[in-house]
């Protein structure tokens, strides 16, 4: 049964790479805002967190692609308390998932688990929400043509985000069965790193630092 489980549970991954002209920084239709927001859960953890500049998060993105807004953080400087020293911050503080009934957090831990126990280490792991946010700084949401999940390109960083070029961006995908994100594949990643790079270099654009549109264009 696990076996079968866990089948099942992958079987939402993306597999056919899709073509640039078919991309688009622009969602096909806007998503619909949840009642309330997340303040309860956010505040848990950072109770200064949704101060102004403390921490960016956009509330129009729907990163899982089910319809309704999500808070996600743009920020490349997790959320913190108030004269505290800065620690390495969890995903599960940066993405907050609305629905119609209020917000959650994200993970379905019984497949996550169960994909570790199989110790399945040819395959790119579920972004568990105990991971470190290294890996997601300034997501930018690229969304795809009759396709309800969008591409989230990151910058993955060790110490100098500054630094940063298109090597260092990560591109995932909502993953249904485990309830998270979970990276492309080579072929889906350079499509998306391509579009990018078509839209913001060798233009006449301001590019935001720390972010995917100056990693894309570094050299």
Not at 4 to 19: K, R, Y
Not at 56 to 67: A, E, K, T
Not at 96 to 107: D, V
Request: hydrophobic share 40%.
């Amino acid at each position: 049964m696990k076996l079968l489980f866990f089948s099942i549970a992958i079987s939402g991954a993306p597999v056919h790479a899709t073509p640039v002209a078919e991309l688009s920084l622009t969602p096909a239709r806007a998503c619909l805002a949840p009642p309330g927001n997340p303040g309860k859960l956010l505040n848990q953890v950072y109770p200064n967190a949704s101060t102004a500049g403390n921490a960016p998060f956009s509330h129009q993105l729907d990163i899982n692609g089910d319809g309704w807004c999500d808070w996600v953080s743009t920020a490349a400087q997790p959320p913190h308390r108030d004269g505290v020293a800065l620690e390495q911050p969890r995903l599960k503080d940066f993405i907050f998932l609305g629905s119609k009934s209020g917000w959650r957090r994200f993970g379905n831990q019984q497949a996550i688990r169960s994909f570790y126990d199989q110790q399945h280490f040819d395959q790119p792991p579920p972004y568990d929400g105990e991971f470190e946010v290294s890996a997601f700084v300034s997501p930018l949401l690229i969304y795809a043509k009759d396709e309800p999940r969008p591409y989230v390109a990151t910058i993955s960083i060790s110490q100098d985000v500054l630094d940063a070029t298109a090597e260092d961006v990560v591109v995932y995908r909502w993953h249904d069965g485990f309830d998270t994100l979970l990276q492309v594949g080579k072929p889906e990643r350079s499509k998306v790193v391509q579009f990018l790079q078509v839209q913001y270099c060798g233009k006449k654009l301001s590019l935001p630092v720390q972010s995917v549109a100056q990693a894309v264009c570094a050299r």
